[in-house]
């Protein structure tokens, strides 16, 4: 894949498959008049940083979030790209294609939007990866995961709020999802199989087990409902959570209606942009941006130079050849958990330092979230960083 190098470019194309190849970036019209009508306005700006934070900033503040969320998705692509075939290559086995796991991925990209936070000085595209690839290992493991279950093992396995998703997302009206939910509590309630083994191994109960299961569900919903429909819905109940995990996904690449269906700039008040073009320019984000970056490599490098050398070793083991917890142990000729609990306590006293510069430098309130913000940043860095040196 060729990288794309315009502003007019990366904000208005999408990537394009052809038998699971890149084959073109293919221009969205109407967002290549709204990137336009931008830059006519502002021409100085030709930096990817100042137009991706000036979208998020519409997205974030303003009414205009469908337009600012095709853009960023457009800007992200290339980010989409390379954590799908990165995990591709690391799981050459799985039967995901390139294009299926890019799909799962750019799907994400309201998770993305929510979860990214530009005070804490992080960068759109690296965060936007870090959730990609984390977004993408979670579904082949979910599905295959769902795929040697058996109906009641996967029954057993699902959560509440899974099945009700799967439910609603089946048509069923909010009464018959009630219904459902007390039938499947039932179930897992009563029938708790004996025999050790997987949950593709769990078989169907036997009659005393629906017997009971017909029994509660009739005196906590007050209906009198017989055993062989019970089964019927729990097997409409699963046969819903399957197909719920392999939603199809609505992609951003495709065009939404005629060409001329729309005008994105019909959606956008001038006197808005204006102002918020000078909101941003005014706070010089990129220059405040790169220098955060260059401080945080500093506090970094400087961090990991106190490591003792063993872990220093680990660490670049781990991140730069990417080798497993036992080729390590093997190769340094100690324990794993020695190796585990090592590179546990480099990345705590890393994400220590970093938490601590955020404090100090961004003057910013450390908390849980921006922990796991930082976790996913320091990350990023670590491969980045290993991979260079």
């Known amino acids: 894949m060729h990288p794309r190098q315009s502003i007019m470019e990366i904000f208005s194309t999408f ?3 052809d038998a699971d190849r890149f084959n073109r970036w293919a221009t969205e019209s109407r967002l290549r008049r709204s990137i336009q009508s931008c830059l006519n306005r502002t021409p100085q700006e030709t930096s990817e ?20 969320k095709e853009h960023l998705a457009a800007y992200l692509q290339e980010s ?10 690391s799981f050459a086995s799985t039967q995901y294609k390139l294009s ?16 990214f936070n530009a005070d804490q000085g992080f960068i759109l595209k690296n965060y936007a990866s870090a959730i990609f690839s984390s977004a993408i290992r979670e579904n082949l493991r979910q599905n295959r995961e769902i795929d040697i279950c058996t109906d009641w093992g996967l029954l057993r396995k699902i959560t509440k709020k899974f099945l009700v998703e799967s439910l609603q997302n089946a048509g069923l009206l909010l009464e018959d999802i009630n219904a459902y939910v007390i039938a499947w509590n039932c179930f897992k309630t009563l029938y708790i199989p004996t025999h050790k083994g997987t949950s593709r191994q769990i078989s169907q109960p036997g009659n005393e087990i629906w017997e009971a299961i017909a029994k509660a569900y009739n005196s906590q919903s007050g209906q009198q409902v017989n055993s062989q429909t019970l089964e019927k819905w729990l097997l409409t109940a699963a046969k819903a959570a399957r197909r719920y995990r392999y939603f199809p996904v609505d992609s951003l690449n495709i065009p939404k209606g005629g060409d001329d269906s729309w005008e994105w700039l019909e959606n956008i008040p001038g006197t808005q942009q204006e102002s918020l073009i000078n909101e941003i320019l005014a706070q010089e984000e990129e220059q405040t941006r790169n220098f955060q970056q260059t401080e945080i490599n500093k506090v970094l490098v400087a961090a990991i130079a106190q490591l003792e050398p063993q872990v220093q070793e680990i660490l670049q083991l781990y991140y730069a050849q990417e080798l497993t917890q036992d080729k390590i142990a093997k190769q340094l000729q100690i324990q794993q958990y020695t190796v585990s ?7 705590e006293t890393l994400l220590r330092f970093l938490a601590n510069w955020s404090k100090d430098s961004l003057h910013i309130s450390v908390t849980s979230d921006l922990l796991k913000s930082i976790n996913i940043l320091m990350e990023e860095w670590l491969k980045n960083y290993y991979g260079v040196v």
């Open 80 to 89: 989409c790209y390379w954590a799908s075939q990165k995990t591709v290559n």
């Open 49 to 68: 940083h100042f137009w991706a934070f000036y979208w998020y900033k519409l997205w974030l503040f303003t009414e205009t979030k469908l337009l600012a």
């Open 15 to 17: 990537v394009q498959f």
């Open 100 to 115: 299926d796991c890019f799909q799962i991925a750019i799907a994400q990209v309201d998770k993305v939007l929510k979860g």
């Open 341 to 347: 609990r090592r590179l546990k306590k480099a990345q």
